[in-house]
């Protein structure tokens, strides 16, 4: 391949990435503030001491499960969102927009009895006997605080997510940011008030993060929904959305089908990533508090993975319910390109500056020196993260959902996670490692999402069979 056809194929003109960036930046903006403040809020807690911010990280992987339930049934709707958005169906957005609704007010209801009941033996699959002069009991008991007052704010939480996701499908990206921004300015403020009790509140330390966090996701969808609702002209598919909640047989078939492997794939994909921090758990509460760290501080770097599949699902979705195939396919192969680039980027930073943020935590030497290591090894692996992330988007953008369940969650169970419990329990290498073997072991999904896009198997209009599409 020449320079030219070369630079053709994957490299934009401007108007193409500021198109992109239109979109990205400000989901970057709003998920990056909001990582950035669940980092402030991770120290806030870190600070009160590791048993503390242990059980607090403990918890927050658990509910990571289902917060990637909510976030795989909703994309499952979210793809004809986009499609119908794109083929001017008002109607179409509408019944998504109540799918959304029944299926949020499902899986909400069912975390919360979940959780209510079996909280505390999900908790403790992650206390193992620790050499390292952790207090496992105290963990526990912090866990179990948080965790009761987390609970209240999931109902808010899946609204947000259903109004917020309908909204950036439609092209509205700006005012889910700025609910963003409010929220986790409400998040901070009352950390700080709560945590440590300024001013005339009290010191409710680990329950002061959950009650802040909960308040600022109240706040946030009080912002989204009433935005949502009254402005017609800019939302003309929430006219009558609430009219009834019944959707079409038809159409919830549709969906179902679309979108049960996404669901089952985040559930499983999630449950599978507890699997592996219950693995590194083994190693000590040393190893669970590094491990939080560092996750904390990657997820603030790793928003641009996460705006960048959210602009492939929206431009390229849009192409596709126009019936734009070629363009659509070109589209996702300069994303693929631009995000691989930016995740490069990201990785150099995270590297500099892996040694900085452990400092400071109020935490012992060794959990600080894993967290540094996890960071080094997290930026060694991000140009690949941010490959997959972007393959991944481009499968589901088109409705192959089953093509993106075998991709990832399939991978998890079948590869991740039998490594990760054999290097575990069988072997004495060092967590950093582990975690570096499990990273190398995901090469093979990088060439088979390589080989999928290049392909085209998810080139395709999933709403509008009447609309005259190109051939690709």
Not at 43 to 51: D, F, H, K, Y
Not at 427 to 454: N, P, R
């Amino acid at each position: 391949m020449n320079e030219t056809k070369f630079y053709k194929k994957f490299i934009g003109d401007r108007d193409f990435y500021r198109r992109v960036l239109r979109i990205a930046v400000p989901i970057m903006v709003q998920t990056g503030i909001t990582n950035f403040v669940s980092l402030l809020d991770n120290i806030m807690v870190g600070r009160t001491g590791t048993e503390q911010m242990s059980g607090v990280a403990i918890v927050n992987q658990l509910l990571f499960v289902f917060y990637l339930c909510v976030f795989g049934g909703l994309a499952g709707a979210g793809i004809f969102t986009a499609q119908f958005f794109g083929a001017k169906n008002d109607e179409g957005v509408r019944s998504t927009f109540r799918y959304k609704i029944w299926l949020g007010g499902i899986l909400t209801a069912g975390a919360i009895i979940v959780f209510t009941c079996f909280g505390d033996r999900l908790v403790q699959l992650y206390l193992n006997g620790s050499n390292d002069g952790g207090d496992l009991e105290a963990a526990l008991g912090y866990a179990m605080d948080y965790m009761k007052i987390i609970l209240t704010g999931l109902p808010a939480f899946t609204a947000v997510q259903i109004y917020s996701n309908t909204l950036r499908e439609c092209g509205e990206t700006v005012v889910p940011m700025r609910a963003g921004i409010v929220a986790v300015a409400v998040n901070l403020v009352f950390n700080y008030l709560l945590i440590y009790g300024h001013l005339f509140f009290p010191a409710l330390g680990v329950r002061g993060a959950a009650a802040a966090t909960v308040l600022s996701r109240f706040c946030e969808m009080a912002i989204v929904v009433i935005w949502a609702h009254t402005h017609k002209k800019e939302c003309p598919y929430m006219k009558g959305v609430f009219r009834t909640l019944g959707v079409p047989w038809e159409t919830v078939k549709k969906l179902f089908v679309t979108g049960l492997p996404l669901l089952i794939n985040e559930a499983l994909w999630s449950a599978g990533m507890a699997m592996l921090a219950q693995c590194y758990s083994t190693r000590g509460l040393n190893v669970v508090a590094g491990n939080n760290i560092s996750g904390t501080v990657s997820n603030v770097f790793n928003v641009v993975f996460f705006a960048m599949g959210d602009a492939i699902a929206i431009i390229v979705g849009h192409s596709l319910g126009a019936g734009r195939l070629r363009r659509a396919k070109d589209e996702a192969t300069k994303i693929i390109t631009f995000s691989v680039f930016i995740a490069t980027c990201v990785g150099i930073v995270i590297f500099a500056t892996s040694p900085l943020f452990p400092m400071i935590y109020n935490t012992n030497a060794e959990a600080k020196r894993i967290a540094t290591h996890f960071l080094m090894a997290q930026a060694v692996f991000t140009p690949q993260i941010g490959l997959l992330h972007a393959t991944y988007f481009t499968l589901r953008s088109g409705g192959k959902t089953f093509v993106t369940f075998l991709f990832d969650s399939f991978f998890m169970w079948v590869v991740s996670v039998p490594l990760a419990y054999v290097l575990s329990r069988y072997t004495g290498l060092y967590v950093i490692w582990i975690f570096a073997f499990l990273q190398m072991s995901e090469w093979i999904k990088c060439a088979i999402g390589i080989i999928l896009v290049k392909k085209g198997i998810w080139i395709n209009n999933i709403v509008s069979a009447e609309t005259e599409q190109e051939t690709v």
